[in-house]
């Protein structure tokens, strides 16, 4: 499995996906960059998320944050106390520091010195606003996004005059100090994330109580009927997207595993070749932000229950997912290696042969354009004419160079749905072929009606 996750490392750096960090100064802590083929991966990643969490959905609006703010929003979220902390140990000899929870023994498992004591240790980044370093101007990058959305939640509903049960999404970086960052992108102190906060009745409020099980009537839903349908819709997002059912299970948290914040929450875990590890978390976050924001703030952010003019703070369900995490498990699923070769030509055959199965809204090349020879001043004109065609609609690549066998295999690896190869029979009929990714199979088709296929 070690071999597998070094053959996903190695395509996603020599293909262009991700790049680590700074690499030629040696990389840096645990960052990564996304190449040509990683930012558009991401891009549709994000794309089918906000269009599933937006467009398909009734009273969900988005947001974009800033990622600086106020330190009194982490004072009343919480995350300054010991409730956003690792614990964590020091290895006495090499003073190298783990997560306790990631230590087998009782030896640290890089020199086998004596470890120290178990102490808390908060994973908010600092940093400083403005020319003079002092605690002032001290604030944190945000370690989550959705605090972007609670301390905008009275103005959201002001400006779309939505009413309860409605949702705010978010896309967008956040930060946290991991003492451990590990397994690629995996775990990483600088990521994206995608997140949607669903803000319903409390479960104590009357009419919620009399309406709780009406499917008709989903304005009387309680936190926890949400909650099964919040994590329900997301499963099916992953499954929509083609994830292999066997990869993917739910996880209930313990009570003593909860964040600080969380009333219940359950993880979404993908097998990923380095064990089952969650990629979403989908939580019942109770009132503890809108009521901690509005103590904290002197702002009211409660609502009044319009049918018994009771007021209450609204709960929140919320899914949330890390992009980067999202990108390695499709780029897990997707992989799949040919013994032996699969591609058409003679050449190509015996050798092992990669294949990249993405789902087509998420490849990121849709179609590849490939003039059979290169020495033929009109087939290549004509595959020059077929690409700038299609460019205007999908992102494709040109490639003229090497046989047909080996472009299909350097297309396959990187997961591009379509290969379209301008032939002699081209020049007199004006087809072309059309190359399937997952089947191979090739067809013939009008080269400007193309763009319909794909
Ligand atoms: N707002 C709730 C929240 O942030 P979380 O379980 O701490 O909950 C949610 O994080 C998701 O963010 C995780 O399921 C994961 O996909 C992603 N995530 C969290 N920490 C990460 C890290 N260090 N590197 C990459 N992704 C991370």
Redesign the pocket.
């Known amino acids: 499995m070690e071999d597998l996750m070094n053959k996903i490392v190695s395509l996603a750096k020599r293909r262009g996906f991700v790049y680590p960090s700074s690499e030629i100064y040696g990389g840096f802590g645990s960052c990564y960059d996304f190449g040509p083929l990683g930012v558009e991966l991401k891009n549709n990643i994000k794309k089918s998320w906000w269009d599933e969490m937006t467009k398909k959905q009734e009273n969900i609006v988005g947001l974009d944050a800033s990622i600086l703010m106020s330190p009194k929003v982490w004072q009343a979220s919480g995350h300054l106390t010991a409730g956003f902390a690792d614990e964590l140990v020091e290895c006495k000899k090499c003073r190298k520091r783990f997560r306790k929870d990631f230590i087998e023994g009782k030896k640290c498992p890089e020199c086998n010195g004596e470890l120290s004591e178990s102490r808390k240790f908060n994973l908010m980044m600092k940093t400083y606003v403005g020319p003079v370093e002092d605690e002032a101007e001290e604030t944190y990058l945000r370690a ?1 996004t ?1 605090q972007g959305i609670y301390v905008n939640f009275k103005n959201v509903a002001q400006s779309t005059r939505l009413k309860i049960p409605f949702g705010i999404c978010q896309i967008g970086k956040s930060f ?1 100090n ?1 003492i451990t960052p590990k397994d690629f992108i ?3 102190r600088e ?1 994206e ?1 995608m ?1 949607m906060q669903w803000f319903c009745p409390a479960s104590l409020d009357k009419v919620t109580q009399i309406n709780a099980d009406s499917d008709a009537d989903k304005r009387g839903w309680t936190p926890d009927k949400w909650f099964e349908f919040w994590l329900k819709e997301r499963l099916n997002w992953y499954y929509g997207l083609g994830i292999k059912e066997e990869n993917l299970r739910t996880r209930e948290v313990g009570k003593d595993e909860l ?1 600080h914040y969380a009333k219940r929450a359950v993880d979404i875990e993908y097998k990923f070749p380095f064990g089952w590890k ?4 989908v ?1 019942n976050r109770g009132d503890w932000d809108l009521s901690n924001h509005s103590k904290a703030s002197g702002e009211d952010l409660g609502c009044i229950n319009e049918e018994t003019k009771e007021k209450y703070f609204p709960n929140i369900i ?1 899914t ?3 992009v ?2 999202c990108l390695l498990m499709f780029l897990c699923d997707g992989y799949e290696e040919v013994e032996g070769g699969r591609t058409e030509t003679t050449e190509a055959k015996k050798e092992l042969e990669t294949v990249l199965k993405l789902h087509k809204n998420l490849a990121p090349v849709k179609v590849a354009v490939l003039p059979l020879v290169k020495n033929k001043p009109e087939i290549v004109e004509k595959a020059k004419e077929v690409y700038s065609f299609l460019k205007q609609n999908f992102v494709c690549q040109y490639d003229e160079s090497g046989s047909i066998g080996r472009r299909y295999r350097r297309q396959d690896e990187i997961g591009t749905v379509f290969c379209i190869t301008i032939d002699f029979q081209t020049l007199e009929d004006n087809t072309v072929t059309v190359r399937d990714r997952d089947t191979m199979e090739q067809r013939r088709s009008s080269a400007m009606s193309i763009d319909k296929i794909i």
């Not at 969650?278 to 978390?281: A, F, H, K, L, T």
């Open positions: 989550e959705c946290r991991e995996y775990r990483v990521f994330q997140e964040a969650e990629v979403e978390g939580h919320e949330s997912i890390g980067d995490r």
